[in-house]
């Protein structure tokens, strides 16, 4: 069974950092692109990013809202993808969910998500 | 990037009709789309992909149709379970774009 479990999400300020964890499971993980998406409180679903595997160079692109903020990056070892994200905002408050990339692009299983406060 | 466009932004049904929501890409986006249902308080859950093609596990009064701009999410003989919200997705290219998403209500 495929699982997606992310963690590290908590209350931060304005201009601070946090870094959130993506464990993977259930699935052969260093074959695979995985996303980050989030969702800011009662709207809808923003991609903020993408880390693709080792055959592509583990490759990352970013949302525009986000490019040079976040960052992500993964450890094949772990099965673990993260999103490192710097000089937060008022308006990155969200819950963020990892996504695995299924081989035929799409988004296939999402973990539960952890929130991202982002207040003083 | 691309602009998806979803309507309507909400619909009142009862458990037995049929509903029917529909997706605009503000550009060719051929067959890449996908569609997703989101409970409160879960992950969005992947229903149909390749703008036709159902996510296994997803039941079969779930369909999807369409290609190029225009496609359509039909839930035949809707279910309590069916009352959430729906969001379309295109996968043609990133960044990832959704369409605003449609809530299916009980009337």
């Known amino acids: 069974e495929v699982q997606l479990v992310e963690s590290g999400g908590g209350l931060v300020q304005p201009g601070g950092s946090l870094r959130l964890s993506c464990a993977a499971s259930?699935?052969?993980?260093?074959?695979?692109?995985m996303d980050w998406f989030r969702q800011a409180p009662g709207k809808g679903l923003e991609w903020v990013g993408r880390i693709r595997n080792k055959v592509k160079s583990y490759d990352t692109e970013y949302v525009a809202s986000v490019k040079r903020r976040f960052s992500i990056s993964r450890d094949d070892s772990k099965d673990s993808v993260f999103l490192q994200m710097n000089s937060l905002k008022t308006e990155d408050t969200a819950i963020y969910y990892c996504s695995r990339v299924s081989r035929i692009d799409f988004n296939d299983y999402w973990g539960q998500g952890t929130l991202v406060t982002v207040s003083s | 990037d691309i602009q998806m466009t979803q309507s309507p932004s909400s619909v009142s049904a009862s458990v037995g009709d049929r509903v029917s929501i529909t997706c605009r890409a503000s550009?060719?986006?051929?067959?890449?789309l996908a569609w997703y249902q989101q409970k409160p308080g879960e992950a969005p859950n992947l229903l149909i992909y390749s703008a036709s093609t159902l996510q296994s596990g997803v039941p079969s009064r779930f369909s999807g149709s369409g290609s190029g701009t225009d496609f359509t999410l039909t839930i035949t003989s809707l279910q309590p379970e069916d009352f959430a919200t729906y969001y379309c997705q295109q996968a043609n290219s990133l960044p990832r774009t959704f369409g605003g998403g449609t809530k299916v209500e009980i009337k």
């Open positions: 259930g699935f052969t993980f260093k074959d695979h692109s």
């Open positions: 550009q060719n986006i051929n067959r890449w």
